[in-house]
């Protein structure tokens, strides 16, 4: 079998339907395999397919898949691959490459190191697991078989296969097996975790990326439950958290509640149980504030390296959280006797609020345990992780590490494609429109279900608010004339609508949601809107 048509088939044996790209020329041939029971979803630039594969691949136990050629389109693919890095999101990138045949000897896009080219593997060591050039139709179909391992073991996260364009069409007698490696059994922890929790008077838990990544929602829900342990979660863990534990208390990192902070000082947490969390300074930015030096930490996490990083632990755990919360259930520990007096509930909007922290608001009131919120980098991500709550694990769910504009809409995409019947609401902006909305397009013609909401400030919001709240001079932040995003969709042969207050938004978004397809909402707000949370203070 050629290795172009294994590749197809250990995809199509995997159950894939969907896989995303942008051709060219050295990638023709294993692209040509594709469009029977796999269809390409065609991106309108690389950074988009990445970004699709990534939110594909967020609610799926099995890598997103894409496929780009040398060159400009692997370099284009990269800020949606270091994305997926930072998130330990699982992807296999595979793009063509020059003929074997042609190394070194200067043919076109030749990515040799001779006369400034560059080695992909070189250039991609710092933003994946492993990158791969096989040499031989064997080695090809090795390398996918490790891709698939590596991208799916451990600390999940974005393999890269360059697949030379010759060895494509080259036969091969061996075929990929589905492998997971599995962390070295220790069972050396159970009594030391029983000694420091039972030691303690107020433990707390906090979630982090990896217990969403674990699935683990179900399992921490029960343990918190069962020991009566509140819950505070990272940004990034928010997406493995819902509303219906009233142990969850809410978020750290940049969107933390005054009213959290002040119930945490007094809470006194003497124990600290991390699931999945590097606790760096951008999950918990108050963190010396709220706990003491005599706090204990134990630290469970898939990622040996991360028990490095930052806070050191009394008890590091080295395993999947699912796992490790499948254990302690089974350990006989005492159950937490403090009374947890604080519940994360609505806030109410003040008159002074702007407008899109009032939408914000809304959009927390009419969600449920199916709707999905993916807010972009920009004003509005702080908004909508400050007032929307998870309802229920993956109900929100944000590119919280690299957070690159224009990440929300591939991602959504993505996600769609793969959770048809979640209800999707990608929160983009104006910046972010124009770096990746023409993505929408593709939506389009997948005629795929998704409400778009553009925020318009006509200008960079979050660089802007950076200059409002520093020296207040205004450098190149803002458009000289308004981006009509709504005229623009509606050349796409997408229903828009225009808004510039509350009443228009609920009147516009209640018309829309009845339809099928794409639809978009673009709200005008003023240039100089502050998020709630940063309104009175210094920048951080």
């Known amino acids: 079998m050629k290795v172009k048509e294994i590749y197809y088939k250990f995809l199509e044996n995997l159950g894939y339907k969907e896989i995303f790209g942008l051709p060219g020329s050295y990638i023709m041939p294993l692209w040509q395999q594709f469009g029977g029971n796999i269809k390409i979803v065609l991106s309108r630039h690389e950074s988009g397919a990445v970004f699709m594969a990534d939110g594909y691949s967020r609610n799926n136990n099995k890598p997103g898949i894409v496929l780009t050629t040398i060159g400009p389109g692997l370099t284009n693919a990269i800020t949606g691959i270091a994305c997926a890095y930072e998130d330990s999101i699982p992807l296999i990138i595979i793009s063509g490459y020059v003929s074997t045949t042609m190394n070194n000897k200067g043919g076109f896009q030749d990515s040799s190191k001779n006369d400034r080219g560059f080695l992909p593997t ?17 080695e090809a179909v090795q390398a ?3 891709a698939y391992r590596i991208a799916m073991s451990g600390r999940k996260g974005p393999v890269h296969i360059s697949l030379p364009i010759n060895i494509q069409e080259e036969e091969s007698n061996l075929f990929p097996k589905v492998i997971q490696d599995t962390l070295p059994e220790k069972n050396d922890w159970e009594d030391k975790f ?3 929790y039972n030691n303690s008077k107020n433990p707390i838990i906090f979630c982090g990326n990896g217990c969403f990544l674990s699935n683990a929602t179900e399992l921490m829900n029960d343990f918190s439950k069962k020991l009566n342990i509140p819950i505070i979660s990272s940004i990034k863990g928010i997406s493995a958290c819902t509303t219906t534990n009233k142990l969850y208390l809410g978020s750290t990192g940049n969107i933390a509640k005054n009213e959290l902070i002040n119930f945490l000082k007094k809470y006194n947490a003497d124990l600290i149980i991390s699931l999945g969390s590097s606790l760096s300074f951008n999950s918990f930015n108050k963190f010396d504030e709220v706990f003491s030096k005599n706090t204990k930490i134990i630290r469970v996490d898939v990622d040996e390296k991360q028990f490095l990083n930052y806070v050191d632990a009394d008890l590091n755990i080295n395993m999947d959280v699912k796992d490790f919360i499948e254990e302690a259930l089974k350990i006989d520990l005492n159950k937490n006797n403090n009374e947890i007096n604080y519940l994360l509930k609505n806030d109410e909007i003040d008159n002074d609020d702007n407008l899109f922290s ?7 009131t009419i969600s449920t345990k199916n709707t999905l919120i993916i807010p972009d980098a920009g004003n509005h991500w702080l908004d909508i992780l400050y007032w929307c709550h998870p309802k229920d694990r993956l109900c929100v769910f944000t590119n919280a590490g690299l957070a690159s ?7 959504s995409i993505g996600f769609k494609i793969a959770n048809p019947d979640k209800d999707v609401i990608c929160v983009t902006g104006d910046g972010s429109f124009m770096m990746s909305g023409f993505e929408i397009s593709e ?5 795929l279900n998704i409400m778009f909401l553009v925020v318009n400030n006509t200008s960079l919001g979050r660089a802007r608010v950076y200059q409002e709240m520093t020296d207040g001079k205004i450098i190149s932040t803002t458009y000289k004339k308004e981006l009509n995003v709504s005229e623009m969709v509606r050349a796409m042969g997408i229903n828009s609508k225009k808004v510039s207050n509350l009443d228009e938004f609920i009147e516009s978004y209640n018309s829309l949601s009845q339809e099928k397809g794409v639809k978009l909402i673009e709200i005008m707000v003023e240039k100089n809107d502050i998020p709630k949370i940063l309104r009175g203070k210094k920048w951080i």
């Open 122 to 138: 070189e250039l991609l060591k710092s933003i994946t697991k492993a990158s791969f050039i096989p040499q031989t139709s064997d």
């Open 144 to 146: 996918l078989e490790n």
């Open 194 to 196: 029983k000694e420091i």
């Open 358 to 364: 009032k939408i914000s608001n809304y959009l927390n």
């Open 405 to 411: 504009m224009g990440h929300a809409i591939g991602a």
């Open 443 to 447: 939506a389009k013609e997948l005629e």
